[in-house]
């Protein structure tokens, strides 16, 4: 979670007498968003409507739902094959629920495993899954960064996303008109050693998972292979829709990511846990990240990779994603100084306009996730 750190800064004051001042500012009329018509301020994150493209809704959790109307949040949940997660078809289970109970708050997308892998039952299995999950109203389908990481063929070769036995299945996502969510790859950060890493929220997961930090295993595919892996996979479907999620694995690089961007037009990004990377750049480069910002704004969505489990404290649960929420706004809707958790360095906000804010929370989410 990013949490803002203590400051005696303009800023942060207005963001606590902000917090402290909430339920009296969210009851304000639509009508009064914004006293500069150019921009927002931070008093609008209530009034703004807005969506949460990569949340992770494990449980059927209250509180999560709650928040999320408290801040004016519609969420996607997104199921995910990681071996520590309860099964797909529990967390299908729960976000089918889930969305009937709430279906003006939430929607849904599905995955798939590779637990068959290299059987002739995967692929017939895994269409079937898909297909009783777009029946069920799944918008879209999240394949995980285990497919380039762990999943290897019975040679022990590692397998890509641009495996060609894939290809029937992204095709029929695209046939179904649903939208390809991918996590493949890390952040380039895992390929360093902890302590050159640029941003702390790396050096803290990746000292608790080794198993992902690929600086101790360089027999795994490169960074490299990872990103290219997923190039050519979008070379081969050039007309799937296929958002990115964390900034498309390419964080650490406006100009990278803006090069995809470019190649691929029917690619967008989510921004979930990778915020801090734009901040990062922005220390040096803060004008190159605000221009890229606009540049790009039709490819742009916001998410957090927030999520709620059985074992969550509400309380905590609360506190952590308000906080989290409240710092990227900040960072996007003003030009104030102010200190992130994730590097000593203040940053400046990048005090985007109105209308990029609007589709960066807002209209990129209905544009790139039909039906949600």
């Known amino acids: 979670m990013k949490l803002l750190s203590n400051s005696r800064n303009a800023g942060m004051l207005a963001l606590a007498l902000f917090m402290q001042n909430c339920s009296q500012s969210s009851k304000t009329s639509s009508d009064a968003i914004g006293a500069d018509t150019t921009y927002y301020s931070m008093e609008d994150f209530r009034k703004v409507e807005k969506y949460d493209t990569h949340t992770h809704i494990n449980a059927?959790?209250?509180?999560?739902?709650?928040?999320?109307?408290?801040?004016?949040?519609?969420?996607?949940?997104?199921?995910?094959?990681?071996?520590?997660?309860?099964?797909?078809?529990?967390?299908?289970?729960?976000?089918?629920?889930?969305?009937k109970a709430y279906p003006e708050q939430v929607a849904w997308a599905t995955t798939f495993t590779v637990a068959d892998w290299g059987t002739d039952k995967w692929l017939p299995q895994t269409l079937a899954y898909l297909k009783g999950s777009f029946d069920n109203g799944a918008i879209g389908v999240k394949v995980w960064k285990n497919v380039g990481m762990e999943l290897r063929d019975k040679d022990g070769k590692f397998v890509m996303i641009d495996d060609p036995r894939f290809d029937p299945v992204i095709d029929y996502i695209e046939k179904s008109g649903k939208t390809l969510v991918g996590h493949l790859g890390e952040p380039r950060n895992a390929w360093l050693p902890v302590d050159q890493m640029t941003v702390s929220g790396d050096k803290n997961y990746f000292s608790k998972h080794p198993e992902y930090h690929m600086f101790l295993h360089p027999e795994y595919p490169s960074y490299e292979d990872q990103v290219n892996a997923r190039d050519k996979m979008l070379e081969r479907h050039p007309n799937i829709r296929f958002v990115g999620v964390h900034l498309g694995s390419l964080e650490w690089s406006v100009d990278e990511l803006a090069k995809r961007l470019d190649k691929f037009p029917n690619m967008a990004v989510d921004m979930a846990e990778r915020i801090c990377h734009l901040e990062y750049q922005s220390i040096k480069e803060r004008q190159k990240v605000r221009n890229f910002m606009i540049k790009y704004q039709d490819r742009l969505i916001y998410a957090t990779d927030d999520w709620v489990g059985p074992d969550s404290d509400p309380i905590e649960l609360k506190k952590d994603i308000q906080k989290t929420r409240l710092s990227d706004w900040m960072y996007f809707v003003t030009d104030e100084e102010m200190n992130v958790p994730y590097f000593k360095e203040k940053i400046q906000g990048l005090k985007l306009p109105k209308a990029v804010i609007d589709k960066i929370y807002r209209t990129n989410a209905e544009k790139w996730f039909p039906g949600i």
């Open 60 to 99: 059927f959790d209250t509180t999560f739902i709650d928040l999320a109307k408290e801040d004016n949040f519609r969420l996607l949940a997104l199921n995910v094959n990681p071996s520590s997660y309860p099964t797909v078809e529990y967390q299908q289970d729960v976000a089918v629920r889930v969305v």
